[in-house]
């Protein structure tokens, strides 16, 4: 174990102690020693390193997310312009089972999902692998996780797994 396990962070942790305390010496010698502590907690945060299998899968990948976005900003646009408050959209919370047990992937994943309008990210149980969906017009929950599975989930297993 190192001292200085990230030793920009200490620094500029150190350099923000000086600048927002006094500079006398009694300081910097707190300013390093809270610097040498969050470089120190920032190993611990820091996540495992990201091995990224098939890269060109990410392309792949981008191009659908964003297609996939713009067709959800139409959708849910159309949605909220055409039905008002009596409309008839039922939302709801759909649980898919994923396979993938990647954290890198997981979180791409919860980032597509909560970045697509229309869907929210709402609870991950890792210990089943499962994934707590909701929709904002749910019209068929197996259409959801075929949607998830195969669109997404294949696809970042493929780049992380």
């Given at each position: 174990?190192?001292?200085?396990?990230?030793?920009?962070?200490?620094?500029?942790?150190?350099?923000?102690?000086?600048?927002?305390?006094?500079?006398?010496?009694?300081?910097?010698?707190?300013?390093?020693?809270?610097g040498i502590l969050g470089g120190?907690?920032?190993?611990?945060?820091?996540?495992?390193?990201i091995m990224v299998r098939r890269?060109?899968?990410?392309?792949?990948?981008?191009?659908?997310?964003?297609?996939?976005?713009?067709?959800?900003?139409?959708?849910?646009?159309?949605?909220?312009?055409?039905?008002?408050?009596?409309?008839?959209?039922?939302?709801?919370?759909?649980?898919?089972?994923?396979?993938?047990?990647?954290?890198?992937?997981?979180?791409?994943?919860?980032?597509?999902?909560?970045?697509?309008?229309?869907?929210?990210?709402?609870?991950?149980?890792?210990?089943?692998?499962?994934?707590?969906?909701?929709?904002?017009?749910?019209?068929?929950?197996?259409?959801?996780?075929?949607?998830?599975?195969?669109?997404?989930?294949?696809?970042?297993?493929?780049?992380?797994?």
């Amino acid at each position: 174990m190192t001292l200085f396990p990230h030793p920009i962070v200490t620094v500029v942790l150190t350099i923000l102690w000086m600048v927002l305390t006094s500079f006398t010496p009694g300081q910097f010698v707190l300013g390093v020693i809270a610097g040498i502590l969050g470089g120190l907690a920032y190993r611990r945060l820091t996540p495992e390193r990201i091995m990224v299998r098939r890269p060109r899968q990410i392309i792949r990948l981008f191009f659908r997310v964003g297609g996939d976005i713009i067709r959800s900003n139409i959708a849910v646009a159309g949605l909220i312009l055409t039905q008002g408050r009596g409309g008839r959209r039922r939302a709801g919370f759909v649980p898919i089972p994923l396979d993938m047990t990647s954290p890198n992937g997981l979180a791409v994943l919860a980032i597509i999902v909560t970045a697509t309008p229309g869907t929210a990210w709402i609870e991950y149980e890792p210990r089943n692998g499962l994934l707590l969906l909701h929709v904002f017009d749910l019209l068929d929950e197996d259409d959801w996780v075929h949607t998830i599975k195969s669109r997404y989930e294949s696809l970042l297993m493929e780049i992380f797994e």
